[in-house]
């Protein structure tokens, strides 16, 4: 990247930010803090309003705003592609927000861009699958992202795995994030006195209460660290001919597959599960072209299964 460029760059990291530290930029854009004192000067010169230092970090001047910017052809089709995804992945209310922040970016383009992106919109899709948020009109993620924001404390119902009947829960919402195809609160559950991971869509409503959440609470990155290390992963082996790996779908992935290794004409699919049980009655509607080389217990647990059945 030229240098043009990269002070371009660290214009729109200033307008889109409310403070950004000079080891933010220098890990951005792969150059030193000295090069980085130098562009932002550079900036200053050219009669960019920056407040702030090297200490604190820099912002531009409250009240400044920068023209509409132009959107180069990759960043366009990045949007397209975040677009499906968000379609599939997120509630009817973040659809919505998504879709009306992509119409704006549409407006600022030229015409030939418009055009191009028409095109390009009808090139990108996704095979419909279930999705728990597809036929709800619910806006779970919105809300809770809201409440996230104002540091609100919030009363939800919860149904926890293998119940029926759901309790009432008031919670202080720390942050959201997505695995294996689902969405996960964390949040310090007042009822329990302890902070819980809920499953968005086992949460039904949810009501604002109106009190602020004083408590000081960890950020969001510190828990998925905390989660990713005491999660008990499990890694798994599966093999499988080239010619027949195209009969496994893409529910592999939901699996948790992590590489695939190919020797010859032998395909290793290597995984990393949350439950052996879970997987191995996924494998178990592949075990005619597939066998498991790791782990023995994955083995055994399908062998008993097979027992059980033809016991019946």
Known sequence: MNRIDRLSAILIMLQSSVMIKPKLIS????????????????????????????????????GFKLPPLMFT?????????????????TDEGLRKSYKSGVEKIRAVMRMTQ???????????????????????????????LDNVSKREKIEIDYTSHGKIEGTKRIIDPIGIFFSMANWYLIAFCNTKNDYRTFKVNRIGN??????????????????????????????????????DLPIIDESKYYQGLVSEETSGDRVKLHFMTFSLNQLGRWYLSYMDVAKIVYPEK????????IRQHLAY
């Open 73 to 89: 052809q990759e960043e366009a089709f990045a949007f397209l592609a975040a677009e499906r995804l968000v379609d599939k992945f």
């Open 298 to 305: 994955l083995k055994l647990f399908v062998a008993d299964i």
């Open 206 to 243: 949810i009501k604002p209460t109106g009190y602020s959440i004083n408590k000081e609470h960890p950020s969001l990155d510190s828990f998925l660290k905390e989660l990713k290390d005491r999660t008990d992963l499990q890694k798994v082996i599966i093999e499988i001919s080239t010619s």
């Open 114 to 144: 418009k055009k191009t992106m028409a095109t390009i919109d009808q090139r990108i899709g996704h095979l419909d699958f279930h999705s728990s948020f597809q036929q709800s009109s619910e806006d779970r993620l919105q809300l809770l």
């Open 27 to 62: 890990e951005r854009f792969g150059i030193g803090i000295r090069t980085v004192y130098r562009d932002i000067k550079a900036l200053e010169e050219a009669g960019v309003p920056i407040a702030g230092d090297s200490r604190i970090g820099y912002s531009l001047v409250d």
